[in-house]
């Protein structure tokens, strides 16, 4: 069985301009745009089949960005969701105020701010309750004033978002470059993450990295018939996407970067990377295998994270493997400069 694949697109400072859409009665006028962010910005490409299994009168499934279960019994409404909600307006991206945790970057322009954006993707409507591909998606995305949509209040809208929360999402990569939120050329650039629950904008400190402010790449949850899944990240694969560059692949231990220390105290094994130009030149490097990044981010570095992800499930402390391994890819695109002068220490832009 191959590796299962779902991209997340975690992308920073996207420019986003969504419009109100409209549930169609027949699929045909559908076709796949209820999964997208419904207007201009980056393409989010949709996430993978998910795996499933069977254990006792229990389901468990997961892809790249969720898990979930469900057990026999119970009813609910057959009606799909084109059927139930057929001609409603829906707007499945919501904004909102940077959470205190975000690192906000400069604004590129007095006439906007950065928000967070929550999307939903993947839906199925022609399922009962949207799908087990069905997801959510965060990003911090500069928006012009006046340029956030209006949430209809609907059945449609209340149930999407109920459903979309109500599965376990996995911790999504939000990069944290160290020392400098702006890498210099020449100077390590140590990779630290928060990992954030798209379902509620915060980190999420479970298992071993219970009480991180900053969250870890480890999700937990037991049903009510006592059916337990654990996701775990096995390791993270960072890539600046440059013909001259290659990625590196680190674990989740090796994310660390000590405050205060010099380069000599870190970690010797810590992720890390030390860029030998800057990102004026990302684009004329750019590999085939690139993510296409907005006009006013070009020169940066289009970096993608692949987390890989183990996830097991059972009752009690019999846990098996399910699947052999999904992953999640989140791209961001990371600015680095020069130094500005002999014996000078590097501007920090933002």
């Known amino acids: 069985m191959s590796t299962l694949r779902a991209r997340a697109l975690v992308a920073t400072a996207f420019l986003a301009l969504l419009v109100a859409m409209v549930v169609p009665a027949a699929a045909d006028e559908f076709g796949g745009g209820g999964g997208g962010t419904g207007g201009g910005g980056t393409n989010v490409p949709a996430s993978s089949p998910p795996q499933q299994e069977q254990i006792r009168d229990c389901t468990v499934y997961a892809n790249g960005t969720g898990m979930g279960s469900y057990c026999a019994g119970g009813s609910g409404n057959a009606k799909t969701l084109r059927e139930r909600f057929g001609g409603q307006d829906y707007v499945l991206c919501r904004y909102e105020a940077p959470p205190a945790w975000v690192d906000v970057p400069k604004s590129p322009s007095p006439d906007g701010a950065f928000m967070l954006k929550r999307c939903i993707e993947g839906i199925n409507w022609d399922t009962v309750n949207g799908g087990r591909g069905m997801h959510l998606t965060i990003s911090l995305e500069w928006v012009p004033d006046g340029q956030v949509p209006p949430v209809p209040e609907s059945d449609l809208m209340d149930f999407l978002w109920n459903r979309a929360t109500s599965d376990t999402a996995l911790p999504q990569p939000f990069m944290r470059p160290q020392p400098s939120q702006v890498p210099v050329v020449g100077y390590p650039t140590y990779f630290t993450f928060s990992w954030i629950d798209p379902s509620t904008n915060d980190p999420i400190a479970e298992g071993p990295y219970a009480g991180d402010v900053r969250g870890g790449p480890y999700r937990e949850v037991t049903n009510g018939r006592g059916l337990r899944m654990v996701a775990e990240a096995t390791q993270i694969v960072i890539d600046p996407h440059q013909t001259d560059m290659k990625p590196i692949t680190c674990t989740p231990d ?97």
């Not at 020169?299 to 009690?316: K, L, Q």
């Open 254 to 350: 090796q994310l660390v970067y000590e405050p205060g220390k010099s380069v000599a105290e870190q970690r010797p094994d810590a992720c890390k990377i030390t860029f030998t130009r800057s990102s004026a030149t990302a684009a004329a490097f750019a590999d085939g295998k690139a993510p296409a990044m907005p006009q006013v981010y070009l020169s940066a570095y289009p970096v993608t994270v692949t987390v890989h992800w183990r996830i097991t499930y059972g009752f009690g402390g019999e846990m098996q493997e399910l699947g052999n391994g999904f992953e999640m890819t989140a791209t961001q695109p990371l600015p680095v400069q020069e130094v500005q002068a002999p014996n000078e220490p590097p501007i920090v832009l933002f």
